[in-house]
């Protein structure tokens, strides 16, 4: 099972942009889909975006479009969630997660996800 670590979170100002990252211990590449997940407190954890390794198609939460992006670099075992134009509702603790066999799809549900990264904080505030 990939081991996976989550990077780039922090504190960031309103309209401010933030880069995770999700480093893989091993190739991504042999994966299925690596996808962001998030969690705010007192919420459900919820899906944010998702990249697929055999055609690199992406998909998007709502909230996501036109506002965050996500990449894989393969050579580096690393996915990006780049984060821009971000609001308060943004924060929470991000996580990426992996599995073999999933293709991304527009619902994105963590039961679908076999590996887990610990997650990284995201406070969006002034």
């Known amino acids: 099972q990939v081991q996976l670590v989550e990077s780039g979170g922090g504190l960031v100002q309103p309209g401010g942009s933030l880069r995770l990252s999700c480093a893989a211990s091993g190739p991504t590449a042999g994966y299925g889909a690596v996808g962001w997940f998030r969690q705010a407190p007192g919420k459900e954890r919820e899906g944010v975006s998702c990249i697929s390794n055999s055609d690199d198609s992406t998909t998007y939460a709502d909230f996501g479009k036109g506002r965050f992006t996500i990449s894989r670099d393969s050579a580096k075992h690393t996915v990006y969630l780049q984060m821009s134009s971000l609001k308060p509702e943004d924060s929470g603790i991000y996580y990426c997660?992996?599995?073999?066999?999933?293709?991304?799809?527009?619902?994105?549900?963590?039961?679908?996800?076999?590996?887990w990264g610990q997650g990284t904080q995201v406070t969006v505030s002034l």
């Open positions: 997660a992996a599995d073999p066999d999933y293709y991304c799809s527009d619902i994105q549900n963590e039961e679908d996800f076999r590996s």
